[in-house]
């Protein structure tokens, strides 16, 4: 992959961050165009933020799970690239 394929895939993958703010979150989010997170009390804001992050977290452990799965599938078929 040359570094303006790598930057063509980072651009695609903002732009579906993109489609998710101006789709579902827009809905989720938008309050009389303002987003809800500058309008918070910091306090709620704080509580919302560690949540997400809990969130990735277990996103990352879900993801590490199935990788683990894939890297013994392609051992044992003896897959190299």
């Given at each position: 992959?040359?570094?303006?394929?790598?930057?063509?895939?980072?651009?695609?993958?903002?732009?579906?961050?993109?489609?998710?703010?101006?789709?579902?979150?827009?809905?989720?989010?938008?309050?009389?165009?303002?987003?809800?997170?500058?309008t918070?009390?910091l306090?709620?804001?704080?509580?919302?933020?560690?949540?997400?992050?809990?969130?990735?977290?277990?996103?990352?452990?879900?993801?590490?799970?199935?990788?683990?799965?894939?890297?013994?599938?392609?051992?044992?078929?003896?897959?190299?690239?």
């Amino acid at each position: 992959m040359t570094s303006d394929e790598l930057a063509d895939e980072v651009g695609h993958f903002i732009r579906q961050c993109r489609g998710r703010i101006l789709g579902i979150g827009a809905e989720q989010y938008e309050e009389g165009g303002r987003q809800k997170f500058e309008t918070m009390p910091l306090v709620e804001l704080v509580v919302y933020a560690r949540e997400e992050a809990q969130d990735l977290a277990v996103y990352a452990a879900m993801l590490d799970i199935r990788l683990k799965r894939l890297e013994e599938a392609l051992r044992e078929k003896g897959v190299t690239l």
